[in-house]
C-alpha cells in the first residue's frame, strides 16, 4: 500500500491509498472554494447521559445530485470533484459537512472505489482489504488527536438508510467521548467480569455463538453470526476469533482472510430476498474500543473490549421496510418480527456456489 497525503481548495485534508508503490498523485484542487466554515457543538443530556451533536451547516449538504456531478468520482476535464486525480483506488478525506469538526471531533469520508455504479460487495478481494488497511490507518492517525476518544468506522447503504451519495463510500466519526452503545458493553463486560470472577463476556458470548445454530459462516480467523437478541430482520456480529481492541490488533492472518469473508457476507445480504429485488440496503458499523480512560467502568480495560462488525438491513421482507416507531424510537426497546434462527438459516442458504 503506499499512501500520499494532500490538500483541498479549502485546506482539508486528503489522502489516497493505493495499490501500487508507484502510483503518483500530484493532482490539484482547482475549485475556487473558501475555507470550511462548521457550527458543530456537543451538547449533554442531563436526563439520559448522553450527548448530541448539533451541526446546523449540514443542511446545506450535497443532495443526491445526478451520477454525472457525483463529488465523489473522480475530476475529470472541467467537471471538477472532491477527489483532484482523475482516477484512484480508496481515497478518504475531511468532510465538507461534518457533525464533529474541531474540538468537537472529526468526520471523514472513505470512497471504496473510483467506480460510480459499484458496490462494497462487488470489490475484489485486493481492493477491500486496501479498505482495511485505510480504516486502520485511519484509525490510528485519529485516535492521536487530543479532541478524539473513539473513532468509528462505517458504510449507509441505499437510499432507505437515508443515504444521499449514491457513490460507494463510507465513513469515519472521531468522537469526543466514548458513544453511548460502547458505554453500555463495556458497563456489560464489566458487570459480567466481577460476576465470574474474570470471564470475559465478549469470549463468553463468541463460545456460545460458535456452538449454536446462528453461525452464518465461519473461517479460520473470523466468524459470522445472527446474535441471540438480535435487534434488526437480519443482522449479522462478525468477530475475530483471536480478541483484540481495534483494527491495529489484527494479525496478518486475519487482515488476509477478512476481505473473502466479508465480501461473502455483503454478498449473501443482496441475496436474501430473492432476485429482482433492488440492493439491500443496509448498515455496517465497526465497534472498537475508545482510546480514553475507562475508570468508570469498573476493572474493565481497552483489553477486555472485542472489535467486532455489526452488519444489518432495515428490510424485513420483500418490499418492506422495518420502521421504527413508538417501542423502538420512543423507549428503545426493540421488536424483531424476523426469529434469529430463521435469518441464520437464510443466510446459510443464500451461500453461494
Avoid at 10 to 18: A, H, M, P, Q, S
Avoid at 162 to 188: D, E, K
Avoid at 209 to 231: D, I, N, T
Avoid at 318 to 324: A, I, P, R, V
Wanted: glycine share 6%; aromatic share 10%; with cysteine.
Amino acid at each position: 500500500m503506499k499512501k500520499t497525503s494532500t490538500r483541498l481548495a479549502d485546506g482539508r485534508e486528503l489522502i489516497y491509498y493505493d495499490l501500487r508503490d508507484d502510483s503518483v498523485r500530484d493532482a490539484t484542487d482547482r475549485r475556487p472554494l473558501d475555507r470550511t466554515v462548521t457550527t458543530s457543538e456537543i451538547r449533554r443530556d442531563p436526563l439520559l447521559g448522553d450527548s448530541v451533536a448539533i451541526a446546523s451547516h449540514r443542511q446545506g449538504r450535497t443532495y443526491h445530485p445526478p451520477a454525472d456531478e457525483c463529488p465523489l468520482c473522480p475530476s475529470e476535464g472541467d467537471r471538477l470533484s472532491e477527489i483532484p486525480d482523475s482516477s484512484y483506488d480508496v481515497v478518504v478525506f475531511e468532510n465538507r459537512f461534518p457533525s464533529l469538526a474541531g474540538d468537537s471531533g472529526r468526520c471523514e469520508v472513505v470512497c471504496f472505489t473510483s467506480d460510480h455504479n459499484a458496490s462494497f460487495g462487488e470489490l475484489t478481494e485486493e481492493q477491500a482489504g486496501l479498505v482495511l488497511e485505510a480504516w486502520t490507518d485511519r484509525t490510528s492517525e485519529l485516535s492521536h488527536l487530543p479532541s478524539v476518544e473513539q473513532v468509528f468506522c462505517f458504510e449507509n447503504r441505499g437510499a432507505e438508510i437515508g443515504v444521499t451519495l449514491q457513490h460507494p463510500h463510507g465513513q469515519i466519526y472521531a468522537y469526543p467521548f466514548t458513544t453511548p452503545r460502547t458505554a453500555l458493553m463495556l458497563r456489560s463486560a464489566a458487570t459480567h467480569k466481577e460476576m465470574t470472577g474474570g470471564e470475559n463476556l465478549f469470549d463468553a458470548v463468541l463460545e456460545r455463538e460458535l456452538a449454536g445454530e446462528r453461525v452464518v459462516l465461519e473461517g479460520e480467523h473470523w466468524v459470522a453470526f445472527v446474535p441471540y437478541a438480535a435487534h434488526w430482520p437480519y443482522e449479522v456480529h462478525l468477530y475475530p476469533k483471536r480478541r483484540v481492541p481495534d483494527l491495529l490488533g489484527l494479525d496478518e492472518g486475519a487482515r488476509t482472510e477478512f476481505p473473502k469473508v466479508y465480501l461473502e457476507l455483503l454478498r449473501r445480504f443482496d441475496r436474501i430476498f430473492g432476485e429482482g429485488e433492488a440492493p439491500t440496503p443496509y448498515i455496517a458499523a465497526w465497534h472498537q474500543a475508545p482510546f480514553g480512560a475507562l475508570e468508570e467502568f469498573d476493572g474493565v480495560v481497552r483489553e477486555d473490549f472485542a472489535l467486532h462488525l455489526e452488519l444489518f438491513t432495515i428490510r424485513r421482507t420483500s418490499g418492506k421496510l422495518k420502521f421504527l416507531a413508538g417501542s423502538e424510537s420512543g423507549m428503545n426497546v426493540f421488536i424483531n418480527d424476523v426469529p434469529p434462527e430463521r435469518a441464520a438459516e437464510r443466510l446459510r442458504e443464500v451461500a453461494s456456489s
